[in-house]
């Protein structure tokens, strides 16, 4: 390290502070966990899924039996108004959503708020609003909260953190467990919440009548575990539906074949993306679900999907093989394949 002066200037290296990649759901993240965060911790698990497993959320074990889902989520996203919700919304349903994709129903969500002075409290009352329309959507309540204030300029407007509490029903589903030719179902189209928030942002100057999909999916999952077969879900949030396909098939060891043609995307985020730079495979996801099926309840799982507001564009997307155990296998409209690599986060910062 040599400085100008010909000094040994005191730079502390860049590998040793946190980036923007590492709250970003992909690559780096995993690696902040893996190595420096959960094995500090010396009790991790008080059931079947606990820290180890970095699931949606966890699982503790009843002494009467049956399983409760517990998850937690903060929101820093930017702007805190975007097409299609805001923040919150958006701290609603990442939490509902994370419980849902384990099985789970949402029951009760806390809230943690931390605000910035000179927030105005019409756009805090507004956020709460928000927030307690999409609970309303799953019958789930708000039992405990706590609020904080910083001041100006310490932090930008308003973070919140939500915790939720669920009842599996009747057992919890984890995001590995997937089995060589299951079949791979998506609840609807992707993308379209990171697409349509970078499209908000002033700096990019686009307008589009793109929407985010942030919605609470606990009602479509219900329904869909009605056929049975389900054997492993996700909800492809971060790093979109590539960092969740890889994050399940490095799970399981097995492979994940994808038929580029099959996964339904939006002519507008398809258009976004082709301006910004960013795949829509890679970027977050707030109403949507990855449901891994075995292959004789799939057409039925699939129909129950569709036949759901919120799961009318469902798709099966592919298979589960034993190829690449570990890797995604993405089979091109042009009818190449490639690996759809694991992004190594959200492309940009605060998108939930
Ligand atoms: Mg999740």
New binding site residues.
């Given amino acids: 390290m040599v400085s100008v002066r010909g000094e040994a200037a005191p730079v502390t290296a860049p590998e040793e502070c946190i980036t923007s990649l590492h709250g970003a759901g992909g690559e780096r993240m995993g690696q902040l966990l893996r190595e420096h965060v959960i094995r500090r911790f010396h009790r991790r698990s008080l059931g079947r899924i606990g820290l180890d497993q970095l ?3 966890a699982t503790i074990d009843l002494p009467s039996g049956g399983e409760v889902v517990i ?1 937690t989520d903060s929101h820093v996203v930017k702007p805190i108004f975007f097409a299609g919700g805001d923040i919150g919304r958006l701290a609603a349903c ?1 939490t509902l ?2 419980l849902a ?1 384990m099985g789970a129903r949402p029951l009760a969500l806390t809230l943690g708020l931390i605000l910035e002075e000179g927030f105005p409290i019409a756009d805090l009352e507004r956020i709460l609003d928000s927030l307690d329309q999409a609970l309303g959507e799953v019958g789930a309540a708000l039992v405990t909260g706590d609020t904080k204030v910083m001041g100006r300029g310490e932090l930008d407007g308003i973070v919140i953190n939500t915790t939720g509490v669920g009842v599996a029903v009747p057992r919890a589903i984890g ?1 590995a467990n997937l089995s060589v030719g299951d079949a791979v179902l998506v609840t609807g189209t992707i993308g379209d919440h990171g697409m349509a928030l970078l499209a908000s942002r002033q700096e990019f100057h686009l307008t589009t009548t793109l929407q985010s999909d942030v919605a609470p999916i606990w009602p479509l999952v219900e329904r869909a575990l009605t056929a049975g077969g389900v054997r492993a879900m ?2 492809p ?1 971060r790093g979109g539906l590539a960092a ?1 396909l890889n994050e399940m098939a490095r799970k399981s060891q097995t492979s994940i074949e994808v038929d580029e043609a099959a996964i339904p995307i939006r002519d507008e985020a398809r258009g976004l993306g082709e301006l910004l730079g960013i795949s829509p495979l890679d970027i977050a996801n707030e109403g949507k679900a990855i449901l891994v099926v075995g292959p004789e309840r799939a057409d039925a799982v699939l129909a129950l999907l569709r036949s759901h507001p919120l799961g009318r564009d469902a798709a099966r997307i592919g298979r589960v093989t034993a190829e690449y155990p570990g890797q995604v296998i993405l089979r091109t409209e042009v009818g190449g394949r490639r690996f759809l690599e694991m992004p190594l986060g959200d492309p940009v910062p605060r998108i939930c």
Wanted: charged residues 45%.
């Fill in positions: 699931d949606d959320g998850t990442g959503n994370d994709v995001d996700k909800d949030t969740a």
